[in-house]
């Protein structure tokens, strides 16, 4: 999954997760910009399944890290162009 502001609007990935997969085809890999609102998010059409090829094709930085396991989130504070992971990171329930 990724959010239309890294797939359209052509933003970096600021944020990215990994959790349990939903269906066959999903990585469990999650894909944000950061700038995302929980409003945003929650509107139809501003997310979807996106190959992951086709979103390492948007940012490559993501690339060393699709092997990582469930539980991992990275982000990439402003300013660099490195992921560092999150420590104290918690997906939500909903």
Not at 17 to 27: L, M
Not at 41 to 47: A, F, L, V
Not at 74 to 93: L, M, N, S, Y
């Amino acid at each position: 999954m990724a959010t239309d502001k890294v797939t359209v609007d052509g933003l970096a990935v600021r944020f990215m997760y990994r959790e349990t997969p939903v269906h066959a085809n999903d990585s469990g890999w999650r894909f944000l910009s950061g700038t995302e609102t929980d409003a945003y998010m929650e509107k139809d059409g501003n997310q979807g399944q996106h190959f992951l090829n086709d979103i390492a094709r948007c940012d490559p930085a993501i690339v060393p890290f699709l092997q990582e396991p469930v539980g991992v989130a990275f982000e990439r504070p402003p300013g660099t162009e490195q992921f560092q992971p999150v420590g104290d990171w918690v997906a939500d329930e909903d």
